[in-house]
């Protein structure tokens, strides 16, 4: 795989010894992650690791308790067009009236865009975001009768109305059987090659990702590690990260990572789901 990765300008997302502590639980701390053009990142952890948070720190929806966070060069702020958030998938309501097409549409809603935009160019940039994700032939249905990865991919829709340079999503592969999910994927990985947005993805997915992605974020009781998939998931570093044994097994070209048990933590992130993930 040939990487797109512009190390040439300055990051897209700089974690400077970021500190995020909740009340008196530290979720990570001295965080050190520079994000570049293009690059795709998937940030991986046991439930209520900081996943969500780190996105949220990213949103400007959460203070850092300690060290910097620049995206694009300045401090992240709510409703900043820098940044794109497809939110943790909820399958909408089959009865929901609104149209696939709508939903893209309040892509453009808020102060994002500063001055308003016409309805003509709220259209047209909606048809242009559907056509990239290729969305077209069910734009017009109703959303809730969609499919859960015809959903997705419309969020992925509302999420690049501002033609953000870093998108965040949220455990985007959830719920989708393995063709859409790698559907999503290939087309999160076509629009960081097309147009250099930074992907940083929550997931609980392993298997599926790792075609895609170039770095792992792994977040763990308050600890971190990052680098490439086979820096991060080693026997090794899991033990270590964990303070417990792990063991990661490749097996068929699959990563299976299988606690002692002992973390619950661990418990949590190795079920049945995610040892398949
Ligand atoms: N605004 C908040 N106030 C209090 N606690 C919070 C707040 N936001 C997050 N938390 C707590 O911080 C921890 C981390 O939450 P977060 O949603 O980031 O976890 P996660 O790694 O995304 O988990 P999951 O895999 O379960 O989605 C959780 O224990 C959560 O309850």
């Known amino acids: 795989m040939t990487s797109v990765i512009d190390t040439a300008t ?6 400077r010894g970021a500190t995020l502590t909740i009340g008196d639980r530290t ?3 001295g965080l050190d992650l520079t994000i570049g053009r293009g690059e795709f990142v998937a940030i ?5 690791a900081g996943k969500t948070t780190l996105l949220k720190a990213l949103l400007g929806l959460m203070r850092l308790s300690g060290g910097s966070v620049t995206v694009a060069g300045k401090r992240p702020s709510r409703g900043s067009s820098d940044v794109g958030y497809v939110p943790q998938q909820k399958i909408f309501d089959p009865d929901l009236g609104l149209r696939g097409r709508d939903l893209v549409a309040l892509g453009a809603d ?7 935009w016409s309805k003509r160019a709220v259209r047209r940039a909606a048809d242009e975001v559907i056509r990239a994700v290729g969305a077209q032939e069910y734009a017009d249905a109703p ?10 991919r419309l969020r992925i829709a509302q999420a690049l109305m501002s033609d953000p340079q870093v998108l965040l999503c949220d455990e985007p592969l959830t719920s989708l059987d393995l063709r859409h999910q ?18 940083v993805m929550v997931t609980h997915e392993i298997n599926p990702i790792l075609p895609f992605v170039d770095r792992i974020v792994y977040l763990v009781g308050g600890k971190w590690a990052v680098g490439t998939p086979d820096e991060v998931l080693t026997t090794e570093r899991l ?12 097996v068929r070209g699959r990563v299976i990572v299988v606690g002692g048990g002992e973390s619950p933590e661990l ?8 040892v398949s993930a």
């Open 182 to 199: 790698e559907g999503v994927l290939d087309l999160l990985d076509r629009r960081r090659r097309e147009s250099g947005t930074a992907i």
């Open 143 to 152: 959303i809730g009768r969609l499919s859960g990865g015809e959903q997705q």
């Open 267 to 274: 418990s949590h992130h190795c079920g049945p789901e995610a």
């Open 44 to 48: 991986l952890g046991p439930n209520g």
């Open 10 to 15: 300055p990051p897209l997302v700089d974690f």
């Open 27 to 29: 979720l990570w701390s």
């Open 110 to 116: 808020g102060h994002r865009f500063g001055a308003p």
């Open 239 to 250: 033990s270590q990260l964990y303070g417990s044994p792990v063991d990661v097994l490749r």
